[in-house]
Nanobody, 118 residues
Framework: QVQLQESGPGLVKPSQTLSLTCTVSGGSITTSYYGWNWIRQPPGKGLEWMGVIVYDGSTYTRPSLKSRTSISRDTSKNQFSLQLSSVTPEDTAVYYC??????????WGQGTQVTVSS
């Protein structure tokens, strides 16, 4: 059973960098051909895919967020991370990490609320 758990601060000030980590258990983040995704849901809106780090370490980011987003991993800890810089209140959302393969999401974290406010 694969489990994903997001962690990070729940409150970030405007213009600062949001940093979240997803810890994975029950499966390795280097296993072919899985992608490890970050997805968010702003209040009252739908899910928004932010980016992915693939089993081989390649990363892909939503074009509208590309200039502010960095996704990395620590294979020794079986974790992957999201950094979103220059945040504004519009980045307030529940942030999820999720595993996918061939376009199908099969495991999700429970989500973590991040609020951008001074």
């Amino acid at each position: 059973q694969v489990q994903l758990q997001e962690s990070g601060p729940g409150l970030v000030k405007p213009s600062q960098t949001l940093s979240l980590t997803c810890t994975v258990s029950g499966g390795s983040i280097t296993t072919s051909y899985y992608g490890w995704n970050w997805i968010r849901q702003p209040p009252g809106k739908g899910l928004e895919w932010m980016g992915v780090i693939v089993y081989d370490g390649s990363t892909y980011t939503r074009p509208s967020l590309k200039s502010r987003t960095s996704i990395s991993r620590d294979t020794s800890k079986n974790q992957f991370s999201l950094q979103l810089s220059s945040v504004t209140p519009e980045d307030t959302a529940v942030y999820y990490c999720a595993r996918a393969r061939w376009g199908t999401y099969d495991y999700w974290g429970q989500g973590t609320q991040v609020t951008v406010s001074s």
